[in-house]
């Protein structure tokens, strides 16, 4: 398999970033995102902007830490998020929180990569309950983060707001559900 490198030395398939006629795949796919990173780690943060980068997304921005990124919302829209979890002052768990709790804009269903070394049920299922679209377990791969670009993107779950939650569908089977609905929610898109 035919590998691009990056001044990193990070390695992207050929079939991710390239098509067979010579015309750019990731550019049609990322071409025009606007994608935030929020990291405390300068190494993480140099990686994953590495690393979308040469998946072609036109502008990635960057923040240190959840208070900084919340400013930078203040002048900019991203189409993605991409946060880690453990930060300080204020953590990526806080942070999404807060932007979900916005009504009346897009940034409050903006979609939301968590990336995390705590991988224990616990902590995934907080990010899940909090509104988080995607989950990314470091130590995070070109592949593993191209996925869950593809997965908000192509396939994004149906958005829903009840008094106790608000963010993407959790369900992630796409089966009847039996039982009395107790959501009393509205789907939003």
Known sequence: MEMRGDAEGCRIPRRIWQTGSGGSMSA????KLTILVVDDSAYMRHLLMTLLQALGVKEVLLAID????????????PDIIITDAAMMPVDGFSFASRLRSIRGRALGMVPIIMVSGHTDIASVERARDIGISEFLSKPIS???????LIQ??????QFVETPTYRGPDRRRRDRPFEGEDRRGAVALI
């Open 66 to 77: 959840g208070d900084e990124a919340w400013d930078l919302l203040q002048s900019k829209e």
């Open 152 to 157: 908000v993107l192509d396939r994004p779950r």
């Open 142 to 148: 070109a592949r593993g983060l191209y996925e869950r």
């Open 28 to 31: 049609a796919l990322f071409g």
